[in-house]
Nanobody, 128 residues
Framework: QVQLVESGGGLVQAGNSLRLSCAAS????????MGWFRQVPGKEREFVAV???????????YYLDSVKGRFTIARDNGRNTVYLQMTALKPEDTAVYYC??????????????????WGQGTQVTVSS
C-alpha cells in the first residue's frame, strides 16, 4: 500500500507560482510512476503531468499541452516526494490537484483509472 499526502495549494494571483508536494509513505517511490491530475466541479479528472519509471535510473516526464513550459514535475526518491512546480499560473489552472501513483510498467499512463493510489487533493485557486 502507498499513502499519498499533497500539500502546497493555495490562492495566488495570475502570473505567480506555486509548488505542490506529494509525500508518499508505505513504499519507496522508486519504480513507481507518479502523476499529477486536476479536477474542477462538474468535469472529469484531467491529466497534468507524470514522471514515469523507465529503468532503474531513468524516469521520463510528460505534460498536458496547456502546461508545457509552465509546470515542471520532479521527484526525489530519497525523500519519497514528488513535486509540481507551477509558474505563470492562469485562472484556468484553478482546480483541486491530486497526486497519483502506480507501479511502473514502462509505458505512460494518462487516465485516472490506470493509477492505483491517490492523495486527498489540494486546492489551487488562481485569481485574475
Amino acid at each position: 500500500q502507498v499513502q499519498l499526502v499533497e500539500s502546497g495549494g493555495g490562492l495566488v494571483q495570475a502570473g505567480n507560482s506555486l509548488r505542490l508536494s506529494c509525500a508518499a509513505s508505505g513504499r519507496t517511490l522508486s519504480g513507481y510512476d507518479m502523476g499529477w491530475f486536476r479536477q474542477v466541479p462538474g468535469k472529469e479528472r484531467e491529466f497534468v503531468a507524470v514522471t514515469r519509471w523507465h529503468s532503474d535510473s531513468a524516469y521520463y516526464r510528460y505534460y498536458l499541452d496547456s502546461v508545457k513550459g509552465r509546470f515542471t514535475i520532479a521527484r526525489d526518491n530519497g525523500r519519497n516526494t514528488v513535486y509540481l512546480q507551477m509558474t505563470a499560473l492562469k485562472p484556468e489552472d484553478t482546480a483541486v490537484y491530486y497526486c497519483a501513483a502506480r507501479r511502473g510498467t514502462g509505458t505512460v499512463a494518462y487516465t485516472p483509472g490506470q493509477y492505483d493510489y491517490w492523495g486527498q487533493g489540494t486546492q489551487v485557486t488562481v485569481s485574475s
